[in-house]
């Protein structure tokens, strides 16, 4: 019996994953334990094994697109076996249903590759369907995509070429989308709250009973078919806008019935809407008249200004012109889609700003001995021991003197753990990834040392495991190899602090009465108020700078 493949949830705060890659096709054989693909989670980058083995009978979901966990990613069962029950089940029976004409279509068109005649056919059939596929239109320089907030007709609704179809949200406003279309509303794509990307098919209209399966399979004919009708648009309009030889108003226009974009457009251009004739029901102005609007020649403005500026010239004294140096810039941008990765971070790290309520105690600490000390360990020890792994350790023998820092708001409850596990922040290319060194307070400095170089290798190589980036108590934030003087990081929930370590700075410092070089590092506790308060929170960094100035104390 064929068995449907879901998007697996591979960390505690996945919420969907992007099909980086598909190691099988369909028609291969798989077998349990077999890579069927790679996921992009939102910590890493996945191997996906298959449980089942079988033939792989389907693949619903492309490269580089992402899906929510649980969602039907593929089916396997025995060669040549009908599978749409199984993915009818799943709920996933719409997207096979897409897809076999997809497949079938490849197939005929193959056989018939000899008749260049029949090629050609599918795009005379399209322009000859009554309908018109109304598309998600530009609606500011800026969008890339906007939110259906409501939807203003049902499929079946008679609708009028000026007829508000929609209100959709942009990255400014909220605007009424126009079909400029009658007829009936034949398909609507996506539902109110989804998004659409610009120029994405929103919906079609038409003649009713109208056959729209194949504008659907080919949108790319559609913009063209549709292209004759906005170029019609302007020219009837143009039309009253011309015969009117009124000069044009100042007046106010605010009273004057137009449509939000139609009024918008205006505003942008610089037009008065009290001197647009207005072409749909009622006298009311729409984009199409608004575009096709020409404005009254003004020639006595600019004859009388050249004479103005003549005047001018001639009653200003003569002074040696400035000349400036020509420079001609280009306007340059590049764009990346955020990854699932940035997504997360984003989400996370906003929620931790404006849900916990953040305070901030710095303090600078001494680390003259800690050089001295880190010198001689390293001509002793197996492996080389960073200052970061100083911190790590003075880090995890200070929380088990205040509990109180090694703590986590769970809403109703506040919970102490009695155990130390650390967070490394650690810097990749798409990101940031935490890593966690479990019970820390009872490693040494070289085991510390070589797990962190491990979880930093593998995080730069995209093999960090979910359960190597899970259970942090505490988090550290190291930007000390960057020469950074001093900065504050925000707390990765569910921990109640987070420790930004900055580098070590050659600055004079007064010892003994006397100002001589040091070596000063500051540090900055970012905690959680509702779970530390400000002396908790001094009192623990007090005790890591005792630490960390007089090192031995680690080694005990």
Same mark, same amino acid.
């Given at each position: 019996m064929?068995?449907?493949?879901?998007m697996p949830k591979m960390s505690d705060t996945m919420t969907e994953g992007v099909l980086a890659k598909w190691h099988k096709k369909v028609g291969d054989k798989v077998k349990s334990g077999d890579v069927l693909a790679e996921i992009e989670t939102d910590k890493a980058t996945m191997d996906f094994e298959s449980y089942q083995d079988g033939t792989l009978l389907y693949l619903g979901v492309?490269?580089?697109?992402?899906v929510p966990v649980d969602a039907v990613i593929a089916v396997l069962g025995k060669e040549g076996e009908d599978y749409k029950a199984a993915l009818a089940q799943a709920g996933g029976g719409s997207e096979k249903k897409e897809e076999k004409p997809a497949e079938a279509t490849p197939i005929k068109t193959e056989d018939k590759q000899p008749a260049p005649v029949a090629a050609a056919a599918p795009k005379v059939d399209l322009s000859s369907i009554p309908a018109t596929v109304i598309r998600m239109p530009a609606l500011s320089d800026t969008m890339?995509?906007?939110?259906?907030?409501?939807w203003n007709f049902k499929v079946g609704d008679k609708v009028k070429s000026d007829d508000s179809l929609a209100d959709v949200a942009t990255d400014k406003a909220t605007m009424e989308v126009v079909g400029y279309e009658a007829g009936t509303l034949l398909y609507i794509g996506p539902k109110e709250g989804e998004a659409a990307p610009v120029n994405g098919i929103i919906a079609i209209v038409g003649k009713e009973?109208?056959?729209?399966?194949?504008?659907?399979?080919?949108?790319t004919s559609a913009p063209a078919a549709a292209a004759p009708a906005e170029e019609a648009a302007p020219a009837t309009a143009e039309t009253p806008a011309t015969a009117d030889a009124s000069p044009a108003s100042s007046a106010d226009d605010s009273r004057v019935k137009a449509s939000p974009l139609a009024r918008k457009i205006a505003k942008d251009k610089g037009i008065n809407l009290n001197d647009v004739k207005g072409s749909a029901e009622g006298g009311r102005i729409i984009r199409k008249d608004v575009e096709g609007f020409v404005a009254p020649a003004k020639t006595a403005a600019p004859a009388a200004a050249p004479a103005s500026t003549e005047a001018a010239a001639s009653s200003a004294p003569a002074k040696a012109p400035i000349v400036l140096p020509t420079y001609?810039?280009?306007? %340059?941008?590049?764009?990346? *889609?955020?990854? !699932?990765?940035r997504k997360a971070i984003s989400r996370r790290l906003s929620e931790s700003l404006f849900t916990?309520?953040?305070?901030?105690?710095?303090?600078?600490?001494?680390?003259?001995?800690?050089?001295?000390?880190?010198?001689?360990?390293?001509?002793?020890?197996?492996?080389?021991?960073?200052?970061?792994?100083?911190?790590? %350790?003075?880090?995890?023998? *200070?929380?088990? !003197?205040h509990p109180a820092i090694n703590s986590s708001f769970l809403g109703d409850k506040i919970r102490t753990n009695e155990h130390v596990h650390i967070g490394v922040a650690v810097a990749v290319d798409e990101g940031l990834l935490v890593p966690v060194v479990k019970f820390a307070d009872g490693k040494s400095l070289s085991h510390i040392s070589v797990e962190v170089k491990e979880f930093a290798g593998k995080a730069k190589a995209k093999k960090l495991q979910p359960a190597e980036m899970e259970g942090s108590t505490f988090t550290i934030s190291n930007l000390g190899m960057f020469g950074v003087d001093e900065f504050t990081a925000i707390i990765n929930t569910p921990n109640a602090c987070i420790l930004a370590v900055s580098g070590i700075q050659q600055v004079p410092v007064v010892k003994n009465g006397a100002v001589v070089p040091g070596n000063v590092m500051k540090v900055t506790l970012s905690c959680d108020h509702r779970v530390v308060d400000g002396a908790t929170g001094a009192a623990f960094l007090q005790t890591l700078k005792s630490l960390l100035e007089e090192?031995?104390?680690?080694?005990i």
């Open positions: 064929a068995e449907v493949v879901k492309e490269e580089g697109n992402a890339t995509e906007g939110v259906i907030e409501k009973g109208t056959d729209i399966t194949p504008l659907l399979q080919d949108a001609t810039g280009e306007e %340059k941008f590049t764009e990346r *889609a955020v990854t !699932q990765m916990a309520p953040h305070f901030y105690v710095t303090m600078s600490i001494d680390m003259d001995q800690a050089i001295a000390a880190r010198t001689r360990i390293n001509d002793i020890a197996p492996v080389k021991i960073s200052f970061n792994d100083f911190v790590v %350790k003075a880090v995890a023998v *200070a929380l088990k !003197q090192p031995v104390r680690l080694l």
